[in-house]
């Protein structure tokens, strides 16, 4: 009788420890920052998750924009400046309307990324919600975009 509580025991433990099907095929990937220009721009691997091909440069440039104005913990070298430009927590809450602005289709966030042809990567795949994943190599003239914020009044 104790063999057979034993087995009734084991036998869900080792279906439980075989190995995990994945259950979804979307995840997010971390930007990297790939070196620095002298003048002071910084050339980051950004990623963007969207539904058009079209749509995955601007995406992947509006990413590496936000990393490096609000969360700048990006992987990659160690010459990276990799602290925000705007490090209180609400930046973003507090100046919602400017930067909806800023991010949108023909928003000001176009002069201040460009995507480094020398070193596009693309990897478009399509999961199962059919998002197309994509990695680019941006530009992102991290001294302009500073001192545009510094400008506007948004860096203070």
């Known amino acids: ?20 099907k994945p259950v979804a095929n979307y995840y997010t990937h971390q930007t990297e920052c790939i070196g620095v220009e002298l003048d002071g721009s910084q050339i980051l691997r950004a990623w ?4 058009q091909e079209a749509d995955a440069i601007e995406q992947a440039k509006r990413n590496a924009i936000k990393e490096v104005l609000f969360g ?3 992987a990659g070298k160690p010459l990276c400046d990799n602290k ?7 930046s973003l809450a ?4 400017y ?6 289709g023909n928003g000001e966030y ?3 990324a460009v995507l480094n042809e020398a070193g596009v990567e693309k990897d478009f795949r399509k999961n199962a919600d059919a998002y197309i994943r994509a990695g ?3 530009r992102v003239y991290r001294a302009a975009l500073k001192q545009k914020m510094a400008d506007d009044g948004i860096l203070k």
């Open 72 to 74: 700048a913990n990006y």
């Open 94 to 97: 507090n100046n919602e309307g």
């Open 48 to 51: 963007a998750n969207t539904g």
């Open 84 to 90: 925000p430009l705007l490090p209180l927590a609400n």
């Open 99 to 104: 930067f909806s602005k800023f991010f949108q």
């Open 110 to 112: 176009i002069k201040y």
């Open 136 to 138: 680019f190599v941006i």
């Open 1 to 20: 009788m104790k063999n057979k509580i034993s087995l009734l025991v084991m036998v869900p433990l080792l279906a439980a420890c075989g190995s995990q």
